[in-house]
């Protein structure tokens, strides 16, 4: 089988696996409690559930030390069964009973064998025919939508897979890290390394256990997986803001397929990072907040229709609500109520809800409405009102009837509590924020600067004292389940991990010394911008302001001093703003669009600007909700613009721009979305006919098609060169499929030791030359496995930049320079791996030729060998073997 | 009352039954040709001893195939075992007495020098040596010398690969034998609890030397830890570091642009020494192609007796007569073994050994319809009591077959206890005209197959059924290593003349069974045969030679003095056979493969044994 067939395959597994684990399983059991919901939301709830499951059920039998596969199957299998069971008021032990008595008579022959072939027969067929007509059906409804969720997928396939198949390697240098902590949660042993986020390692973990997926090939392809997630993810947030149908599109096609973002903001994506896995949570918690805040806006008027006697308005308020909860019965409204004639009623659409109103034509009164139309009508809905009436007061008696006896039961404020929509939009927001936490610090930082910006849009709703206190709280209990396994093992004395140690010395401020990335074009005004040759993103601290430089309004004086003249308050706030904006037009300059698409450059700036206008205009229009997203997107981005561009403001660096791009981009498409929705909700959203929107949404979508096509925006597949030769991974996959576990050593630069941890041994090149060298005089250099693989690049990786066609290749002259004394990973990097590469092929063409039965070539091509030594373990080879020279 | 109908319904049921079982009986015993040998006809061949293939210099020079012997060639011991290599190996030999008689041709040096310590000068000659290993000449020292002389010569120390002596005379607890160096893999000489300790009569004790890095051991000395701990430091559980260590018996070092094997103890002084050289010429070259005989024979010695003899021991031990004996128990215990394992029998007849009562004929008939329905072979054994005249006894027992089988042709006969000169004038009587194989006990100084002129080969026991001492399994997987070749030896004689409890046949046939069943096991891809099969192998074996190419994966083989099959073995590293035409081929282990050449000319496809399962796209693209 080749190796592309293979990556194919293991990504359709994984694929598969996690789909189970976070849509089809979550949907099993939620699907009929939230049908109501949009699918988008649906989406949204599924992903985190199941996420949620994974991440917290490792961590808890982690922390018990009973975590292996048979316990995560069964506690997997097992709440499921009882939550559905619960959920759907199932009886197990009468349906046990019926399949015995089937049984039963199937032996006792009352049944026969032929009837009971047809029954399963037909029973397949039904459910089959049922299946398909399902299918057929969501097909016909959502036609658009399908076709164009499969373009995305494939673009997606065509963007970020074709990499896969061209690069086998872990393509990031700290994924080796990651793998050796999943590693360690198969021993059992959570945080080995330290206290870190171990959400993502968990998820990984999880799959790799009860899925049977070695961890090195998920950390390989996994990378994938995620990005249709994040971006299914991000389809779906922007689906729940907009109101027309095809406007999302524009902005994940703008995202997925055109070149105008920086590499920088995406080329994370082609590894299975924490932080991009991470992403996946960060819309979804401000999905669940605007959905928080939209339901409390409707709870009001609930109450009061509670309170108030029965109207018309009622009547139609309440029927705005079941449209708002989809058009079947949403389970929380358990009776149908009488209908409504279509005259009297106007529908319209706010916020992505259907709303209904009673015609009120003349001075808004519904009883004057009625006072005018013919008699022969007011009868009929005085008649129906009547009955209406009725309903609701047995129902609420009915209501009542049931809190009294939950109340005696002890069990009626949590009922209430949780029957109601905004708990269940909390708890979602607090599972999602707490997730982001889970995965990665930085995850929640974006989050968190986004919740900043829905506390801008929805200032007039969360200030009130009634959901301030729920909002915050969820916050912070969300922050606390997910910091509760990393206390658990703090207070059991596990220290921190280094790099969260450098994450808290980064928020206190004590690690701010970075170094300003120049712009490749350098504008006036951003002259002072340092000008430290930078690593590929490092940001900056200190805005210019360099030792001996003339700070802001500082005038340089003949003798070398400075004069500071004092300015005006305007003239400072001017100065700053200047100050801020430049900053922030550097940085995005640098990280976010390349100076060859100004025209995005534009946009960039412009859609937070537009937004905010926008969501002033539908504040005037009375669609608060859409306005208060609008403003939430606009005062986000803002957030983050100085997040951004904090290092050249002189503000602490809590995360490195070449970081924040990814994020900011990744909302920013979000926010041009929205514009574009906007604006043809403005045109055309006042339209009775829904239609015309999503038609005009879908040609808005196919103008932008063919004008980034027309100016040839649209990307090649970008590629990531991976830090493990492709030769390296196709040895390893086989040597994995050849041998039993733990009869074979892999002798090679760090990369392959985590990757068979746990089915092989791995000896470091530099361990094994320094052996040779200095224990090799004296003493037998053994490695106690039947097999031991050598992996030797003859062109050796370069750390941190692609091939390029004129690396040195390794050589004799090499091989006599001293073995490199440097530690941890500089001794596999530059001229140092070529040094270690050049010694191995010299030691190996030399042992070769001693044992020339023993060593053979398991894998050659012209950058890469790969030397197999077999040897009999009562007689394993001493390696120390003495220069031909 | 019966009715007349179901009477004769009963009656005819009743015939049908009795029919249905007599006829195949007489069927068989028609058609049981007991008195004709039936591998007369089939195990015949062209090839007599004027057959037999020497290589000439001109053979050696073009089939590369040339060694030079440093020693003496008939010395019974060495020299003996190299030139019987040789003969088999269809390799070319030269033998001298001393290394400075040799003068190497530039253009057609020798494969290997093969040294006998006792004949080399190791003060002046050592460089000799030297210099032919820097040109690529193999050294192979069949022995070593002195301890005390390999110690005060470091160049002979640094040429064989010797790091220390770590002591000159050690006793070891046992031996092991490497994996991939004789054929039937690891093997540990060394005792147990259950085994006897005259199962270890290997020589055990030996100069301790530690071999360097670079160098590759096949045989070492097997020691406890504590004595290990006496030298070394050793880490609880250090195996590795104690293998390493461990008093080397046989290895190999590169020395210069040549392999230098050292045998460090008599292993090659004796005809089992020739499997040693076929797997060390297997380690110096890339893959080794040779002939071998491909013959297993099972020979059951003196069986039956025919005659009521040492009625009253037999009584009290087995409570029945000889003959019962014979025909109930051990012919049953026999067939059962034979059958398990797939061998034939060779039975070598002695009707009687006493002479005091007559031999039955009719019970003769009897074994040899069971030979034929066994597919044995009877030969005869010329085993008779040493104060009886030979000539008496063969007269007496040649009148019986006469008169019994007179059609039956002898093919075999087993010397048993007559003296060659004996055997030689037996050989002349009419009734052995046809003998073609004279079977003798097992010889360390004689050839293990040899002609012994007047066109009658000689074969010699490899093994005692009864017995299989660690000495024994090494020489039987050397030889299978060599030739394909082994012999069990069952003398039923013991059975019948008792000395001691240990000659009943209950223990002797538990033994037999065992051994045969463990230590010929992993043999048992070679062919099964008796004495007159193999006699055709062996004639076949003696008389052909062969010249082999190697193109890339296409390995091709020119057989001469070729007969309907011939036999090789093919051992590589780590390669294996794709595709055979002219031949059939079998795996008998890891990188060893037994090939039928059934056409002169063989072509061989070869691939590696285990290729890699995953690969890249681009590499299926030509």
Redesign the interface.
Known sequence: ????V?TILQVIWSLASYLVMTLALPALLLYRKIKHLRFCERFIAYQMVGNFYMMNLVSVLELLHISNRVTLTLLTILPCAGIYVILYKKKPMQMLQDVFEFLERLAGGQVGTRLFLRRVRVGIWHLFKRGVCALFRRIRSNFFDIILISLLTAGLCYVYGTNLLQHFGYCESDLPVHNYWVNYLGKNKMFVAGIYPFGFHCVIYYLHEVFAIPTYVLLRVFCFVQNLMIHYVLLAFIKYCCKSKFAPYVGVYVYVFLKVFGENTYIRYFSTLPQEFGMIFILPSIYYLFAFFVSKKQKPKNREEERAPLTIDNIAQTQEERAAFGEENSGWIDEELPPLSEESIIRIEEDGIVKTQVRNDVDGSAEQNLQEGDAEGEAENRTRLQRWNEARTARKEARVQKRRIARRMGQGRWARITGSEGFWYLAGFAISFGMTLSAHFYDTMIAGLLCIGVACGYFFRLFRPKYFGKVMLAGILSIFVAILPMLIAFAMGTPLQGSLGWGMKVISGENNKEVVQVAPVKEQGSANIGTGAAGNGMDAAGDGQQAGQPQDGAETMSDGSFVVHQKSLPEKVISKLETAVGAFWEAMKIYIILDSYPLFQILLVGSIVFLALLSLIFFLVRQTDYGARCLSLSAGLVALSVLQASSRLGLPTLMDAIRTCIFYAYVLVAAWSLCVDGVLQLLFGWFKKKWILHTVSLAVLAAVVVYSDQEGLIRTPPVRESLQT?EAI?CL??IL??NEDFTWTICSANDELRMGEDYGYHHEVHTFLRDLEKK?RTH???I?TSKVYFFIEKIPIMYGRAYRGDEPEISEEFAKEPLPVSAGISMYQGVNRLIEMSKLYEWAQDFA??????V?V??ESDNFVCYCV?Q???????????RKD | MVSRRNFFSITLIMLVVVFMFLVPEVIKNQVNNYGQNRYEESANTKFTDKSVYTATKTDGIKSGRFVVYIGDDRDGAVGSMVSQWCLYSKRRLLSFKSLRKYQAEPKNLPEAILIDAAYLDFDKELSVLAAYAKVGVNLIFCNLPDVKDVSRNPKLRKMLGINAIIDERIKVEGI?L???FLLGG?KEYILDETMEKTQQDLDLVMPWYRI???A??FV?GMMEDEVMEEYYMMPDGD???K??NLPAIIWRN?YEDAMVFAVNGDYLSTNAGIGFLSAMMT?IK?YDIYPIINAQNMVVLNFPDLAEENESEIMERYSRSLKAVCRDVIWPGLVSVAQQNAYKMTCMLMPQMEYQNEPEGDTLIYYMKLFQEQKAEAGFSGTHREDMDVSEKLDEDLELLDEVVPDYSLLSLYQGNMSDEELEEALKRKEFSKVQTVFTDYDGAQKLVSYLGDGIVRQTGICDGYSHKFSENLRMVSIQTALGYSNIQVDLEPVAFPDSDEDSWEKLSRKFAGNTRTYWRQFSKFEKTTLSESNQHIRRFLALDYQQQREGNKLTLDISNFEEEAWFILRT??EGIKQAMGAEFVKIEESAYLITATEPRVQLELEEE?G??????K??QP
């Open positions: 089988m080749s190796m592309e293979l492709n196709l996959t086989n499929h050849d090799g037998s250099v053994t106690p030729e001693l044992y020339p039965n023993d053979k398991y894998y077999e009999d373990l009562y007689r394993p080879f001493n390696f120390a073997i003495e | 092991r490497m994996d991939g690891l360097s890095g670079g590759k051991m070492h195996v590795i570091t293998n390493q590169k380690e890339d590293h780590g285990r890699r399962y995953y690969y890249f796209e590499e299926k």
